[in-house]
C-alpha cells in the first residue's frame, strides 16, 4: 500500500466515520420526537365560545367534534353556527404553529355510515365531499367515528359488508389526503372492547390510519345498574372483585357470549389485546374521560364499588362540575383503587358513588402512554375541563414532558 492510497483509505474512513455519527444523531432526534406522546382533544365548541381561551399550546391535535354525514356527504348541520367557529379555531395555530387541527365525522348515535360506506360510488361520494371540506377550513386532517362497523350502536344500522366496507373506506380517505401538499391525519374511534375487533380488519385498516383513538371510557356503560370503573387504566382480573354483584353480572355476560372474557375492561389490558393482534403500539392513542357517572342508591360495601345500585342519578357530569359540587364537598370521599389504578367517590350519606378520572389519573395514563412506548393520550372532550389551575389537561401536560 503506497502513500497515497493510505491517505485515501483515511479519508475514507473519517467521511464514513462522520456520516455515522451524522446518522446516529439524526437517529436519535427521531426516536425523541416519536416517544412524545400526542396530546389529542375532542372539542365540542362551548355555549360561551371564546376560541382565544382555548390552551392550544398545550395540545398536539384538536377534534372539532362533529360534523354530520348528510345525504351521503360529510356538512355541518348548521353550517351557519358552525363553520365560523372551526374557522377560528383553526385560526389558534398562530398560538401553536405545530397544532394539528382536525375534523370529526359522526359520533355516538349518528348514523347512515353503513349505508354510506355500502358501494363504492356512495363511498367516493363521502371521500369527495371531506376533501372539499378539508380544503375548505384548510385542517390537518380528520377522525372517523363510525359507531360501530356491524354493530349497531344507539340503533344504528349496521351490516356485514361493513367490516370489508370500512376498510376500503379508510384507504379510500388515506389516498385522497395523500394528494394533498402536506401530510394529513386520518384517524379513527375505536372501542376500548374485545368485540368491536371481530367486526374490524384491524391490521388492514391501520395500514391507512396514523392512530387509532381507542374509547376507554365508558368501559361500565350509561345503562349498567351495576357500579364500577367507567375509565380504568389497571387490568383487573375475575377474580379481584369475587363475591361482588359487579362479578356475578359480568359472569353472567360472558356466559352468554356478550363479552369476550369475564374480566373488567380496562386501559391496559386493550393495549395489551391489539398488540398481541399486531398493532403498532406507536399508532394507538388511549383515552381519558372528561366527565363522570354517578350511581345512586348504592349500598356502603366496599365504599359502594362493583355493588348493585337504584339506577344512575347522572349519566355523565362534566369534570369542571364535580370538582366545584363533589371534591369540595365533605360528604365525599374520595378512594384509589390500586387494581384499577382509578378514583372513585362515595358519599354515604346519600348513597351516590361517582367514577371518573382526575388529575391523578390521566396523569398515570400518560406515563403508562410513555412508557409502553404508544401513541399517547386523547380525551373526551375539553369543554368538559375546569378552567381553574390544576385542570386535567395541565397534569397531562406536564406528565407528558
Known amino acids: 500500500m503506497n502513500l497515497n492510497t493510505t491517505i485515501l483509505s483515511q479519508l475514507l474512513l473519517l467521511i464514513f466515520t462522520l456520516g455515522c455519527s451524522q446518522a446516529s444523531k439524526e437517529h436519535v432526534e427521531e426516536s425523541k420526537e416519536a416517544s412524545a406522546p400526542v396530546i389529542m382533544a375532542y372539542y365540542v365548541p362551548e355555549r360561551e365560545f371564546r376560541q382565544e381561551e382555548i390552551p392550544v399550546e398545550k395540545l398536539t391535535h384538536i377534534i372539532y367534534s362533529f360534523s354530520n354525514l348528510i345525504?351521503?356527504?360529510?356538512?355541518?348541520?348548521?353550517?351557519?353556527?358552525?363553520?365560523?367557529?372551526?374557522?377560528?379555531?383553526?385560526?389558534?395555530?398562530?398560538?401553536?404553529?405545530?397544532?394539528?387541527?382536525?375534523?370529526?365525522?359522526?359520533?355516538?348515535?349518528?348514523?347512515?355510515?353503513?349505508?354510506?360506506?355500502?358501494?363504492?360510488?356512495?363511498?367516493?361520494?363521502?371521500?369527495?365531499?371531506?376533501?372539499?371540506?378539508?380544503?375548505?377550513?384548510?385542517?390537518?386532517?380528520?377522525?372517523?367515528?363510525?359507531?360501530?362497523?356491524?354493530?349497531?350502536?344507539?340503533?344504528?344500522?349496521?351490516?356485514?359488508?361493513?367490516?370489508?366496507?370500512?376498510?376500503?373506506?379508510?384507504?379510500?380517505?388515506?389516498?385522497?389526503?395523500?394528494?394533498?401538499?402536506?401530510?394529513?391525519?386520518?384517524?379513527?374511534?375505536?372501542?376500548?372492547?374485545?368485540?368491536?375487533?371481530?367486526?374490524?380488519?384491524?391490521?388492514?385498516?391501520?395500514?391507512?390510519?396514523?392512530?387509532?383513538?381507542?374509547?376507554?371510557?365508558?368501559?361500565?356503560?350509561?345503562?349498567?345498574?351495576?357500579t364500577g370503573h367507567h375509565t380504568p387504566l389497571g387490568n383487573v382480573a375475575s377474580e379481584d372483585i369475587q363475591e361482588t354483584p359487579f362479578h356475578a353480572h359480568l359472569d353472567s355476560l360472558y356466559q352468554e357470549g356478550e363479552n369476550l372474557d369475564p374480566d373488567p375492561r380496562s386501559v391496559e389490558k386493550i393495549v395489551d389485546f391489539l398488540i398481541g393482534e399486531g398493532v403498532d403500539p406507536r399508532q394507538i392513542v388511549i383515552g381519558a374521560a372528561f366527565y363522570g357517572r354517578v350511581w345512586k342508591g348504592v349500598p356502603p360495601v366496599n365504599n359502594g364499588l362493583y355493588q348493585l345500585s337504584e339506577g344512575l342519578h347522572i349519566g355523565w357530569m362534566a369534570y369542571h362540575q364535580i370538582r366545584e359540587k363533589y371534591e369540595q364537598d365533605s360528604n365525599f370521599h374520595r378512594f384509589w383503587d390500586e387494581k384499577a389504578k382509578a378514583p372513585y367517590m362515595y358519599n354515604s350519606k346519600e348513597s351516590l358513588l361517582v367514577s371518573y378520572d382526575d388529575t391523578v389519573s390521566v396523569a398515570l395514563k400518560t406515563k403508562y402512554a410513555k412508557e409502553k412506548g404508544i401513541g399517547g393520550i386523547m380525551f373526551w372532550e375539553l369543554g368538559n375541563d375546569t378552567k381553574q389551575e390544576g385542570s386535567l389537561l395541565d397534569a397531562i401536560y406536564k406528565a407528558a414532558q
Open 71 to 226: 345525504d351521503g356527504e360529510m356538512k355541518f348541520g348548521n353550517e351557519e353556527m358552525a363553520g365560523p367557529m372551526l374557522e377560528a379555531l383553526v385560526k389558534q395555530k398562530t398560538r401553536n404553529p405545530d397544532l394539528k387541527v382536525m375534523i370529526a365525522c359522526g359520533g355516538w348515535g349518528a348514523d347512515g355510515f353503513s349505508d354510506m360506506a355500502l358501494t363504492e360510488e356512495s363511498r367516493a361520494k363521502f371521500i369527495q365531499s371531506s376533501k372539499e371540506f378539508i380544503e375548505k377550513y384548510q385542517l390537518d386532517g380528520m377522525d372517523m367515528d363510525w359507531e360501530y362497523p356491524g354493530i349497531s350502536g344507539d340503533g344504528t344500522m349496521a351490516r356485514e359488508e361493513d367490516t370489508q366496507n370500512f376498510t376500503a373506506l379508510m384507504k379510500g380517505l388515506r389516498e385522497m389526503l395523500d394528494t394533498f401538499d402536506s401530510h394529513k391525519v386520518l384517524t379513527f374511534a375505536s372501542a376500548g372492547w374485545k368485540r368491536y375487533y371481530d367486526f374490524i380488519e384491524v391490521n388492514e385498516v391501520m395500514k391507512y390510519a396514523d392512530y387509532t383513538n381507542v374509547m376507554t371510557y365508558d368501559q361500565v356503560s350509561g345503562v349498567s345498574i351495576y
